[in-house]
Every structure is written in structure tokens, then in C-alpha cells.
């Protein structure tokens, strides 16, 4: 073929190309540019001939990736490739390129290397793996160094390769990215490190489904492993805290009024199930807070609002699933994004304090029993001893009655503090006096010396203290005077419980027979001071006494008080 013949199909492959072609000399002039070129960058046929490259942008003399202008003034993406040179010329190929393309072009990678990311590459014909500076570093390996998926599987902690490999082939199936992290030893020193590890897979070009290669970026988050396991290990500490405290814990946000409940303790609190979810700000207001709690709970989030301060409250709540009502303290803190904004949550916990508040409640009622029973008991004692030396005859006989009736009065005592509602069973104080005189027992047999039958009465301290001292006064004359004070003489005490009074009126009989003689007393001792005075005033009880020669008798009407369900812890 001719010169002017090769020529001429030079110029029409030139002309014809379906890249840009650019024909720059050693000036830097361009020579000619064809119509590709000047269609990609806006030029009309031949505008650029005889112009300085310089006008496009800058060019290197390897394949690289540009930004040159159009002719419009914006910016192109464009792949330069330049041929070896001839001469005083030399042709570039131009062509447009995808912006993920530039973005993954040389000149970035050193922001990957400053996001601590590495880059890496899987062939599935050699099945090598082509490892940057920086994914070389980070598994350990000396930079270009020949690394297969063999070696890096040897590096990874037992059972991490069958859940990566599985991982992997699902994303290649569906086409898609995968991401996943594991524990690896690193080559170069065996420190083990945790990895994330991300990518893609690359298509044959024939546009079939199977992956020729399989490229993507590697990091090491052991820090960030570390620091997420110690939060979570935190986390889990402070659930266990709070579980073993009983506490409930939430956060409220103020914006939408939704709440978070973090823990099941919140949920067995207020009596919901999961399904029923938390309650917002509104409904626990309106809905579930006692009507009188609610102005005092407002004022506290108000008062912890306007101080930057801790929310402390206390409220009474009715729980759904049983309608009892609880009361509940609130312990919390807003959290702001800044000091000059207004707060976008609350997070705190939630105690159930009502056995405590009820054991409180009982505590001061207990104690105000005490101080009562204290001064009674004082009062008791200091008539003892002054009636006892008004009638005594000598020191003997007061040493004996004294003694004999503060015994009475340390037993009773005793009773009460046994008894888990701090009550005294009056069969108990009867057969505490009188079972040293019984000879056998205590039943109401017919033979029996000394008879009981009645109900079971338990009597408050109030009660049990002067009528527990009236039945030894009882048993102390009946075994001096009365019917004890003989082999053949018998006492009868029956009592039974008939309507009237707060709760119902003690009916009490004591009745004496077979004894001495009987007849009234000529002066008043202080037995009967206290049966008729003690009895009546502490007791409010009517009191009759009967001088019959046969046996001497008293009928006794005492009212009993409610009791107070304070008082017994077990309510």
C-alpha cells in the first residue's frame, strides 16, 4: 500500500475513534484534536488546533486520571492515556470516567490510609491477594509480599472461617456487598486484632454472573471492639445493679412525649405487659398518678427543669394489673445537647416503696405505742407501790405483794412483745396466774379446781396491761381469802364476746365456790381500788362485785377497740 494510501486510513481511524484522541507537540500545542474529543469536551470541530494543552488542564505521562475544563468553563473527569512518543508528538487518549471511578483513583488513597483503611484485592484465578501498604500493615504482612486466602485463614481464630466463608459466598450469589468483622492473629507478631472487613464483587466482562475478582477495604477496630464490649459489660453491670435493687429504669423524650422503658422492672411496676408499652409524660399524669400527687409531681419536673437539677419526686400510682395503688419515687436527670438548650430527655429510675413507707408508717405508730404503754406502765407501777405501803402491814408483806405484782406485770409485757400484733391472749394471762393452784387441768371439767371456757380473745396492750393486773389481784385474794385458799373451794371464769362497742364487748365472770365463808369488806384495799378503778378508767369496763357467803363474784363488761392493721407487720 501506498504512503498517501496509509495515510489517508490513518486519518480516518483518527477521525472515526470512539475515544478522544489528542495530538499535542513537544511546545505543548495541541495539533489537532478529533470530533470524540471535541463532542466530550464542547468544542466545535477544530476549535482546538493550534491552542496550549494548558487550556484543558494538566497531563503526565502516565495513565492517570484529570480534571480538565470544558468549553463551557465546567469541569470533566477524564482518563489520559498517553502513547509513546514519536518524534515532536505524542497522541492521548481521552475518555470520560464514572465519578466512583475517580473516586477510587490513586490520588485517594491516601485518605483511605488517614481513615485507617486498607485496601485489598482477591483473584480467583491465582487466588492471591494483593494487599496495599496499609492492609499489609494491618495483618501483619511485609508490603508486596505474596499472601493467599490459604495464609490469611490460618490467621483467623477457630471457627471464624466457616462463618466468613459462608457469609462471603451468599453476598457473591446475590451480587451484592458484604461487610463482617473477625479475630485474626497478625503475621508478624500473633497479637490478635479484631478486623472489619468490606467488599465487592467484580464480574466477568462477558456481563455473566460469575466474579473474576473480588476487591474491597479492610480496618482494624480493636479499639473500637474494646471500647464497645466495655460499654456493654457497663450496661450489663448496671442492669444487674438495678434488678438485684429493684430499681425500674427510663428515659422520656420530651419532644414526641415517648417513653423507653429499659428494663422488666419498669413493666412489673406498673403492672403492663411488654405489648402494652410505656406510658408518656400525658398519660401517666392524667391517667395513672393520684389526682392529689399530681400538682406537687408537676412543680418538682418544673423546679428540676428550671435548675439544671436532679428530678426527686414521689407519687402514688394505680397499677393495671390489680388496681392497688403504689407508691412510687422517682429519682432523674434532663440531658441537654448544649447548657444553652433546652433539654431532649429525661433518664431515670423508678423505685416501688410502699412496703417501706407502710414499715415507716407502723415504725411511728410502733414507737407512739411504746411511749404510750411506757407511761401507763409507769403509772401502773407507781400506784402499785403506793397502794401496796398503804396496806401492808410490814416489810415482809410489802416485799411480797410488790413483787408478786410487778412479776404479773413483766409477764404480761412479756406476752405482748411475743405476739407479732402486740397482743395478749386473755386464756394465756388466766393460766399464767392460776395454773400454780390447779390441780390438773385447766379444761372446765366439772371436778376440774379451777374452770376456764371461753372464746379466743386477744387483748390489745391497752386492755391486756389492767385486766392481766386484775386477775392476779383475783388469784392473790382468792388464794389468801377465797376459794384457792381451801382444798375444796373452785373457781369458774367463763368470758364471751357480745355485740356492742367498737368492736364488740368482752363479757368476763369470775365466780368462786366452796371457799370460806364470804362478806363484804369493811375498808378497801388495793384490789379492789384497782378492780374498780383501774379497770374502769383504762378499761372503760363496768364492773360489779358480788360478797355472797357462798363464793365471791365479778361480772365485767369491757368494750374492745379496733385494731389498727398498722401495727401488724404481716398486713
Known amino acids: 500500500m501506498s504512503g498517501a494510501a496509509d495515510a489517508h486510513l490513518h486519518a ?22 478529533n470530533p470524540t474529543l471535541c463532542d466530550l469536551l464542547g468544542y466545535a470541530a477544530g476549535a482546538l488546533n493550534g491552542r496550549a494543552l494548558s487550556v484543558l488542564g494538566a497531563v503526565a505521562q502516565r495513565v492517570c486520571i484529570r480534571r480538565w475544563l470544558r468549553a463551557d468553563g465546567t469541569g470533566l473527569d477524564v482518563r489520559i492515556r498517553p502513547s509513546p512518543a514519536r518524534g515532536d508528538f505524542q497522541v492521548l487518549a481521552v475518555e470520560a470516567v464514572d465519578p466512583d471511578e475517580v473516586a477510587r483513583a490513586d490520588e485517594n488513597r491516601a485518605a483511605l490510609t488517614a481513615a485507617g483503611l486498607g485496601e485489598w484485592r482477591y483473584d480467583f484465578g491465582d487466588g492471591q491477594v494483593a494487599l496495599s501498604r496499609r492492609a499489609a500493615h494491618i495483618l501483619g504482612h511485609a508490603p508486596g509480599a505474596a499472601v493467599t486466602w490459604t495464609t490469611l485463614q490460618a490467621a483467623l481464630e477457630p471457627g471464624e472461617t466457616d462463618r466468613i466463608r459462608a457469609q462471603v459466598r451468599a453476598s457473591l450469589r446475590d451480587t451484592r456487598p458484604f461487610a463482617l468483622e473477625c479475630r485474626l492473629r497478625r503475621d508478624s507478631d500473633g497479637v490478635a486484632i479484631n478486623a472489619e472487613v468490606r467488599g465487592q464483587a467484580i464480574l466477568g466482562p462477558d456481563g455473566g454472573r460469575r466474579p473474576v475478582a473480588v476487591v474491597g477495604v479492610i480496618e482494624d477496630i480493636t479499639t473500637r471492639v474494646e471500647g464497645r464490649n466495655a460499654l456493654r459489660a457497663g450496661e450489663q453491670r448496671l442492669r444487674i445493679a438495678t434488678a438485684l435493687a429493684e430499681l425500674g429504669i427510663f428515659e422520656w423524650h420530651m419532644l414526641d412525649d415517648q417513653a423507653i422503658w429499659e428494663n422488666e422492672r419498669m413493666f412489673a411496676i406498673f403492672g403492663r405487659a411488654p405489648s402494652d408499652g410505656a406510658l408518656g409524660k400525658r ?40 388496681g392497688a395503688w403504689r407508691t412510687l419515687d422517682f429519682a432523674g436527670r434532663f ?53 401496796t405501803a398503804r396496806t401492808a402491814s410490814s416489810i415482809e408483806s410489802f ?31 388466766l393460766v399464767n396466774e392460776l395454773k400454780p ?63 356492742g362497742g367498737p368492736a364488740g364487748t368482752l363479757h368476763f365472770t369470775w365466780v368462786e365456790r366452796g371457799g370460806p365463808t364470804v362478806s363484804p369488806p369493811k375498808r378497801q384495799g388495793f384490789g379492789s381500788r384497782l ?6 378508767a383504762q378499761v372503760r369496763a363496768e364492773v360489779t362485785m358480788e360478797y355472797p357467803p357462798d363464793g365471791f363474784c365479778l361480772t365485767m363488761l369491757a368494750p374492745l377497740p379496733v385494731r389498727n392493721d398498722a401495727l401488724n407487720p404481716l398486713a
Request: overall charge negative; charged content about 25%.
Open 437 to 499: 393452784y390447779a390441780e390438773g387441768a385447766l379444761d372446765g371439767e366439772r371436778d376440774a379446781r379451777i374452770q376456764l371456757a371461753g372464746p379466743s380473745v386477744d387483748l390489745s396492750s391497752e386492755l391486756a396491761v389492767p385486766i392481766g393486773m386484775a386477775i392476779h389481784e383475783l388469784t392473790t385474794n382468792a388464794a389468801k381469802y377465797g376459794a384457792l385458799s381451801t382444798r375444796d373451794g373452785r373457781v369458774a371464769i367463763t368470758w364471751d364476746l357480745q355485740p
Open 12 to 33: 480516518i481511524a483518527f477521525a472515526q475513534a470512539p475515544v478522544g484522541l489528542l495530538v499535542v507537540d513537544g511546545a505543548g500545542l495541541i495539533r489537532d484534536a
Open 531 to 536: 378492780l374498780q378503778r383501774v379497770l374502769t
Open 335 to 387: 440531658e441537654r445537647d448544649a447548657t444553652h438548650r433546652l433539654p431532649r430527655r429525661l433518664i431515670g429510675v423508678v423505685a416501688d416503696v410502699t412496703e417501706r413507707r407502710l414499715a415507716e408508717e407502723r415504725q411511728t405508730l410502733l414507737i407512739r405505742e411504746l411511749h404510750h404503754r411506757v407511761k401507763n406502765t409507769l403509772a401502773t407501777v407507781q400506784a402499785i407501790v403506793g397502794s
Open 399 to 429: 416485799y411480797e405483794a410488790f413483787v408478786g405484782r410487778i412479776m404479773s406485770l413483766a409477764h404480761t409485757h412479756s406476752v405482748l412483745t411475743e405476739d407479732t400484733w402486740q397482743t395478749a391472749s386473755l386464756r394465756n394471762l
Open 283 to 322: 398519660e401517666f399524669l392524667d391517667a395513672v398518678l393520684h389526682p392529689e400527687d399530681r400538682p406537687a409531681f408537676r412543680a418538682a419536673i418544673t423546679r428540676a427543669l428550671r435548675e439544671d437539677s436532679v428530678l426527686e419526686a414521689t407519687g402514688r400510682i394505680r397499677r393495671l394489673g390489680d
